[in-house]
């Protein structure tokens, strides 16, 4: 398969601005940008699935410049139903400083920061180099502002389309860029600064994007209750990104291996049958969870969460360190051990057991462990010497109920 043909084949394309773009793709090596605003410090796992083709079309021989929005951050992308909260311009400048150098560590591409030609431009240069070319009921067209009109949108949303068109003329006066790639949401913002390069500069500029890559809810991949799984492994661990991927729903992982990897088709369509065969093994999940934390953390991280989902599974967590087992533990409910205390006192007292005599009746029943071990003397001292580094130890009641306790 050609380029084109790898991409479509992937479920990779939505839209693109003209059907000249696909000899483009496949015959000619061509400057392109994908962008980001920097609403936060990481990247989500959302992000890698967009921001991953750009090191698709590197390994044909394109090349990626990598944008992050500061000046664009500050105004804020029109959401479908209300205004989006302005973040102060500290945080914006503390979150593209963090995002910079998060897109130059797991991508390795030029990375630019649209602050830094928006910056010097007035109000008055704005309308009369930008503003003047495109018409206003062109920009009522637009999906997201022609939703939002009855709820009302305020100018500096309504003119956030100009300013992301201004990007890409900047781009291909600066840079040569003619193409631009963004998810599918992002269609609107391509097709103004598409609009305004032929205007302005009489050139002609492409655009595609991808789909957003859902899960089996109809829900953006990546989202758990509200709460983005980050590219960072220090704020969403690798353990915790393994977890979420080894869970893919079955209808979806096939789906995940084409957009999330560079298996080949003959690779995924061999795991598909394999997987469609033996469905409870995880096969295709597994095959997911190695290919995307590699290349995000490396082969040694995912080892690491390798051990760690197998440890918990076998029970023995006195093979991990203390560190290990907050992240495996992360949620949980926790309390602290100060003083040392029986056995009994510590069920009870800290709501592992509701009552002595549920105690009892669990620790009779070998229903309680420590560490890994199951404990039967209601009257052991629970004390530093059963904790994990010094500082943790893990209970479970029954099969799958934990607590973790934290020695002060």
Known sequence: MNLFEDLKWRGLIKDISSPELEKKLNEEKLTFYIGTDPTADSMHIGHFSSFLIAT????????????????????????????????????????????????????????????????????????????????????????????????????????????????????????????????????????????????????????????????????????????????????????????????????????????????????????????????????????????????LHGSEEFEKALKMSEVLFSGNVSDLSAEDIKICFKGVPSFEINKEMTLIDMLVNNNICSSRREAREFLNSNAISINGNIVTDENLTINKDFAIDNSVIVVRRGKKKYFLGIIK
Request: glycine share 8%; net charge negative.
């Open 56 to 295: 698709r079309l590197a390994k044909y021989g394109h090349k990626p410049i990598l944008l992050i929005g500061g000046a664009t951050g500050l105004i804020g992308d029109p959401k479908p139903s209300k205004e989006r909260q302005m973040i102060t311009k500290e945080e914006v400048e503390k979150n593209v400083e963090g995002l910079t150098n998060q897109a130059k560590n797991i991508f390795g591409f030029e990375v630019v920061n649209n602050y830094d030609w928006t910056k010097d431009i007035n109000i008055l240069d704005f309308l009369r180099d930008y503003g003047k070319y495109i018409n206003v009921n062109y920009m009522l067209d637009k999906d997201i502002i022609s939703r939002r009109l009855d709820t009302g949108i305020t100018f500096c949303e309504f003119a956030y389309t100009l300013l992301q068109g201004l990007d890409f003329v900047y781009l291909n006066e600066s840079k040569g860029v003619t193409l631009q790639v963004a998810g599918s949401d992002q269609w609107g913002n391509i097709t103004t600064g598409i609009e305004l390069a032929r205007k302005k500069n009489n050139v002609e500029l492409f655009g595609m994007t991808m789909p957003l890559v859902l899960d089996a809810n109809g829900v953006k991949f990546g989202k758990t209750e509200g709460n983005a799984l980050w590219l960072d492994k220090n704020k969403t661990s690798s353990y915790e990104l393994y977890q979420y991927l080894i869970n893919s729903d079955d209808a979806c992982v096939i789906d995940y291996l084409k957009k999330l990897t560079f298996l080949t088709k003959e690779e995924i369509e061999q795991i598909e049958k394999e997987h469609n065969e033996a469905p409870h093994l995880r096969i295709a999940q597994k095959t997911l969870a190695k290919e995307v934390i590699t290349f």
